[in-house]
């Protein structure tokens, strides 16, 4: 892994082969996370929308979830009205 050195003025050079490696071209913007002793470059997607596209596609669904327990908690109220 490559080192780097913070200048005075608190820039970064980042080496060639990352910025290759992960699209970093001049005008790119990154997003700077502090996980809590690790630092780190995050790129910002150009379309956030776009890129978040998916994200969650074959997971459960949630909606179908919400559903179900409202289902449930009708059940359970109906029948506290017919006693």
């Known amino acids: 892994m490559p080192k780097v050195t913070v200048s005075s003025k608190g820039w970064v050079v980042i080496p060639a082969e990352i910025r290759k490696k992960y699209g970093l071209l001049p005008g790119k913007q ?15 997607a150009d379309d956030p929308i776009e890129a978040s596209r998916g994200l969650l596609a074959g997971g459960p669904s949630l909606t ?7 289902a449930e908690e009708v059940k359970k109220d109906s029948k506290k009205w017919r006693k």
């Open 30 to 44: 990154v997003q700077v996370v502090d996980y809590g002793g690790i630092i780190s470059l995050v790129p910002v």
């Open 64 to 70: 179908r979830e919400l559903v179900r327990e409202h």
